[in-house]
């Protein structure tokens, strides 16, 4: 009989335009809702169409990253701009978040 691994289910959640106050709870929510699924092990937040990011949008980010973790589930972001990049960096959460260049990262990861 032979071991089969079991495979990781990844879901991704990919946001658009501005992360603001206007929609960072309808992030929040949807990002709960994903990581409340059983068999999630990793949350993927894809952030190539996302063109600006307020401290709402980041809370949004680091309260999923939060449960993520409570949950023993995986978190990462990936396609960061440089512009959301640099906001991740001035507030040192470059360090807290898990960044692939992209979601193909994942297939080495």
């Known amino acids: 009989m032979q071991a089969v691994p079991k495979c990781p289910k990844i879901t991704v959640i990919r946001p658009q335009g501005c992360l603001s106050a206007a929609n960072a709870l309808e992030l929040e929510r949807n990002l709960i809702a994903a990581l409340a699924q059983h068999d999630v092990s990793l949350l993927l937040v894809d952030l190539a169409a996302v063109e600006f990011l307020d401290k ?25 701009s440089s512009s959301i990049r640099m906001i991740l960096e001035l507030t040192q959460l470059d360090e807290v978040f898990e960044i692939s260049e992209d979601n193909l990262d994942l297939a080495v990861a």
């Open 56 to 80: 709402s949008g980041l809370m949004a980010l680091v309260s999923a990253h939060k449960l993520a973790q409570n949950l023993g589930r995986s978190f990462k972001l990936c396609s960061v």
